[in-house]
């Protein structure tokens, strides 16, 4: 988990710098103040607003824009609040607002996985101040997430792999419901046809032959039957005949 430089130590630097001009520590301190009393409650909106009232007395205020960029991290707009954070980078002459600064630029770009950009703040933090174990640590993160996306298997790679591997248990899940639905649609024609060629196959029709028909039929099945047996019994009659072997 990304830890952000906070505020909190600011409010006795804020009240230093405000030594240097008195219609600014009446005006912008106390919206500095108010703002950093609703960040601590975790109302980070309403902190940003003071911040901004506090900007409009003072543009050049590092402080200010320091914190509005904490205000503004807080709230995951770390585009903006990177902007706010360079600004105070930019403005302030102390080597700790500076260092701080340049530690949150560094943790906005890693919210976004850009590491190469993350691990050029972190540098850049411990030039300032060289014993900040938090940048330590976080450089030593961003650097080993560099070289594993490098390597093929990064976060964002892995994220890919996971969604391709989704695409493919649905597209399966959809092929497996259309042969189904097509198997039963091939099952359902088959039936039909079958049903279809009992209704057109011919019927046997009942006999339509009277009694007398019939017995006349039958005496004439009895003579060819009489006929048959007696040339049955004529060819058993009759041996066959076989050539001599002398």
């Given at each position: 988990?990304?830890?952000?430089?906070n505020?909190?130590?600011?409010?006795?630097?804020?009240?230093?710098?405000?030594?240097?001009?008195?219609?600014?520590?009446?005006t912008?301190?106390?919206?500095i103040?108010?703002?950093?009393?609703?960040?601590?409650?975790?109302?980070?909106?309403?902190?940003?607003?003071?911040?901004?009232?506090?900007?409009?007395?003072?543009?050049?205020?590092?402080?200010?824009?320091?914190?509005?960029?904490?205000?503004?991290?807080?709230?995951?707009?770390?585009?903006?609040?990177?902007?706010?954070?360079?600004?105070?980078?930019?403005?302030?002459?102390?080597?700790?607002?500076k260092?701080?600064?340049?530690?949150?630029?560094?943790?906005?770009?890693?919210e976004?996985?850009k590491?190469?950009?993350?691990?050029?703040?972190?540098?850049?933090?411990?030039?300032?101040?060289?014993?900040?174990?938090?940048?330590?640590?976080?450089?030593?993160?961003?650097?080993a997430?560099?070289?594993?996306?490098?390597?093929?298997?990064?976060?964002?790679?892995?994220?890919?792999?996971?969604?391709?591997?989704?695409?493919?248990?649905?597209?399966?899940?959809?092929?497996?419901?259309?042969?189904?639905?097509?198997?039963?649609?091939?099952?359902?024609?088959?039936?039909?046809?079958e049903?279809?060629?009992?209704?057109?196959?011919?019927?046997?029709?009942?006999?339509?032959?009277?009694?007398q028909?019939?017995?006349?039929?039958?005496?004439?099945?009895?003579?060819?039957?009489?006929?048959?047996?007696?040339?049955?019994?004529?060819?058993?009659?009759?041996?066959?005949?076989?050539?001599?072997?002398?």
């Amino acid at each position: 988990m990304l830890q952000m430089k906070n505020t909190y130590r600011i409010l006795i630097l804020a009240g230093l710098l405000c030594l240097g001009s008195t219609a600014w520590a009446q005006t912008g301190n106390k919206y500095i103040r108010k703002g950093n009393k609703l960040y601590q409650q975790k109302q980070y909106t309403d902190a940003e607003a003071n911040y901004k009232k506090a900007l409009e007395q003072n543009q050049q205020s590092d402080v200010g824009r320091y914190n509005l960029g904490n205000s503004l991290y807080e709230q995951k707009r770390f585009d903006d609040a990177r902007t706010q954070y360079a600004n105070s980078l930019k403005l302030s002459k102390d080597k700790t607002v500076k260092g701080d600064a340049s530690y949150n630029i560094g943790n906005t770009y890693m919210e976004g996985k850009k590491w190469e950009e993350s691990i050029k703040a972190y540098k850049q933090t411990l030039k300032m101040n060289p014993a900040d174990e938090e940048a330590r640590y976080n450089l030593a993160y961003a650097q080993a997430m560099l070289k594993k996306q490098q390597q093929g298997g990064g976060g964002n790679n892995k994220d890919n792999k996971e969604n391709k591997e989704k695409d493919k248990k649905k597209q399966d899940q959809q092929n497996q419901q259309q042969n189904q639905q097509k198997d039963q649609k091939q099952d359902q024609q088959n039936k039909d046809k079958e049903q279809q060629d009992q209704q057109q196959k011919p019927q046997p029709q009942p006999s339509k032959l009277d009694k007398q028909e019939a017995e006349r039929l039958l005496q004439a099945l009895n003579q060819e039957e009489k006929k048959l047996q007696d040339k049955m019994k004529k060819a058993k009659g009759q041996p066959v005949q076989v050539e001599k072997d002398w």
